[in-house]
């Protein structure tokens, strides 16, 4: 019996015309970010193309702008998304930072430096796409002060926030969860390594690594990216004060992995101090003492006189 074609369906032909025209605008963007340049005349589509795109086949949009992102020149694949209608379409967050500055209120126009971040960070998924949203809460946080400084306080929180909702709206990272969180951790935390000062004692540099955990080197990496500025001496010092925390993490790690948090017979001063004999309690007792130390209430490696006075200030809290 001879085969036939499958009944067509005109009421779908307009939706997959309407998905392709997005993709296509999509394509003309990755490949403007990859080659550096305008391949033909410039496409359009409209946020229902976009809604009938991701409805059909997110995973073809999201590979897209990963492209845009990850390209040798993703400004100009971010500027051909914002020219197309794809960006205020699929992330008007971000749409809503083109022309946020530009002197008028005395900073920088955030947009440019948004993708200048995003040219600038190493070429990872997370670390890129987290360029391109983490100054996205500086729209709704924007305060100018009476001696007339600008100011965005709590825009990375909003900017979290953001997000999350921005997820909720248009799904393109919730098949990734590890993806998602990452970009997320990033928006949240982007400020934190800059806030850096040589002050820092050891403590607090331990419990920075500790409280980044796994996001360390990216956010470490998303901080480089971030200093834009044209001023040569700031940038200078700006890198350098990153390099030296990341150095002093790094000493700390392995300072750490030689020697226990605890000095050589603390639990002999602690049976001292209190009268006590060896016991479970001892073990008990040392492993509060190191928890104290990770949470960075105090120091690692101090005298063994200093863990006793901690003790003596809340015995209840070591079981004494």
Not at 68 to 85: H, I, R, T, Y
Not at 102 to 122: C, F, L, M, N, S
Request: proline share 7%; aromatic share 6%.
């Amino acid at each position: 019996m001879p085969q036939t074609d499958p009944p067509r369906d005109p009421a779908a032909e307009p939706t997959a015309a309407a998905a392709d025209r997005a993709v296509d605008a999509l394509e003309q963007a990755a490949t403007a970010a990859e080659k550096g340049h305008m391949l033909g005349v410039q496409l359009f589509a409209t946020g229902a193309d976009l809604t009938r795109a991701t409805e059909l086949d997110a995973r073809r949009v999201r590979d897209r702008l990963d492209r845009v992102v990850m390209g040798n020149d993703p400004e100009l694949g971010l500027d051909v998304l914002a020219a197309s209608g794809v960006l205020p379409a699929l992330f008007p967050e971000v749409h809503a930072l083109i022309g946020f500055g530009d002197g008028e209120w005395r900073h920088k126009d955030v947009w440019k430096h948004t993708k200048q971040v995003v040219r600038q960070a190493v070429p990872r998924l997370e670390v890129r796409w987290a360029s391109l949203f983490h100054d996205i809460g500086k729209v709704k946080t924007r305060s100018i002060s009476p001696d007339g400084k600008v100011h965005f306080l709590g825009h990375a929180e909003v900017g979290a926030r953001m997000f999350d909702k921005m997820e909720r709206r248009l799904p393109l990272f919730s098949p990734e969860p590890a993806l998602k969180d990452t970009v997320r951790f990033l928006v949240l935390h982007h400020l934190r390594a800059n806030q850096y000062e040589p002050s820092w004692t050891d403590s607090a540099v331990r419990r920075f690594a500790r409280e980044l955990g796994t996001h360390l080197d990216d956010l470490m990496c998303l901080a480089r990216a971030d200093i834009t500025t044209k001023r040569p001496e700031k940038k200078r010092k700006g890198l350098s004060q990153i390099d030296e925390l990341a150095a002093r993490i790094a000493l700390l790690a392995a300072e750490d992995a030689k020697l226990p948090p605890l000095p050589t017979g603390v639990g002999d001063e602690v049976m001292r101090a209190f009268d006590l004999r060896p016991s479970r309690l001892i073990g008990d007792i040392k492993r509060k003492l190191e928890s104290a130390i990770d949470s960075g209430e105090i120091e690692a490696r101090l005298p063994n006189e200093a863990y006793v006075d901690l003790i003596k200030k809340d015995p209840a809290r070591f079981g004494l």
